[in-house]
């Protein structure tokens, strides 16, 4: 029974990030079981180009470390802004999902060549955020019970937390600007005088991954609670 209710759970878990968080610890846990190492996962322009490994241009969005609390921590925001944009303002736009996805990854994967950068998924969760904080500008967060501020404030928070813990910012500043590239193209542009829409998805992807109607039963994660964690719970102003 026990089971069971945990499988339905987990199929009830939108397909992307269902797909993209389950890669994530599967590859995490297969690193820990030594049955891979991070040397056949991270990202090197000249083993692709030389030695073919193209893998590598997906395997190091799906490494976060090795399990510890930067891991948990990675992999909760992960899980939580991915399914709360897949729920919100991707619902019933799979492909327009799994396009951002494809675009954020492209762009990363140009820039992360410059800044030798190895391991791409924390940017990738920052952009992320920052795509959903953008959308939701009026909810409010906490964060750890200490900091109250509006959601656009999120990613800039979080880049502040990895530099008390003394990581490396310029992952943090990659995932916003790369975030901002595509909320810019993709929410701000086609709205200005002579703007024009110029993300559009390819019609093998709204083929492949465009769904029927959902049922009008189903129930997504409530974006009123962004955070759902006590370093990030939030609501909506006025609310």
């Not at 791409?120 to 992320?128: C, D, K, P």
């Not at 994660?221 to 719970?233: D, N, S, T, V, Y």
Request: one cysteine or more; proline letters at 6%; hydrophobic letters at 50%.
């Amino acid at each position: 029974m026990a089971y069971q209710t945990l499988q339905q759970e987990y199929l009830q878990i939108p397909v992307v990030t269902r797909a993209y968080t389950t890669a994530c610890v599967l590859t995490t846990a297969a690193v820990q079981l030594e049955i891979i190492t991070p040397f056949q996962l991270y990202f090197n322009p000249d083993l692709i180009l030389r030695n073919y490994q193209v893998w590598r241009l997906i395997t190091n969005f799906l490494f976060f470390g090795p399990v510890g609390f930067n891991f948990l921590f990675n992999m909760i925001f992960l899980y939580r802004y991915c399914r709360m944009l897949e729920e919100g303002s991707f619902r019933g736009r799979t492909a327009d999902f799994v396009f951002m996805f494809l675009f954020g990854g492209l762009l990363m994967t140009i820039f992360g060549t410059f800044v030798s950068l190895v391991f791409l998924g924390q940017a990738f969760t920052i952009m992320l955020v920052y795509v959903w904080s953008r959308r939701n500008p009026n909810v409010r967060m906490n964060f750890f019970g200490l900091l109250n501020f509006q959601a656009p404030f999120l990613p800039w928070v979080l880049m502040g937390f990895s530099l008390l813990l003394g990581n490396s910012i310029i992952v943090d500043l990659l995932g916003i600007a790369v975030g901002h590239v595509y909320y810019f193209l993709e929410d701000v542009f086609p709205n200005q005088p002579g703007g024009g829409r110029w993300l559009r998805t390819p019609s093998i992807i709204k083929m492949l991954f465009d769904t029927p109607e959902e049922d009008a039963n189903y129930n997504p994660l409530p974006e009123e609670r962004p955070g759902g964690f006590a370093w990030g719970e939030g609501q909506r102003l006025g609310g």
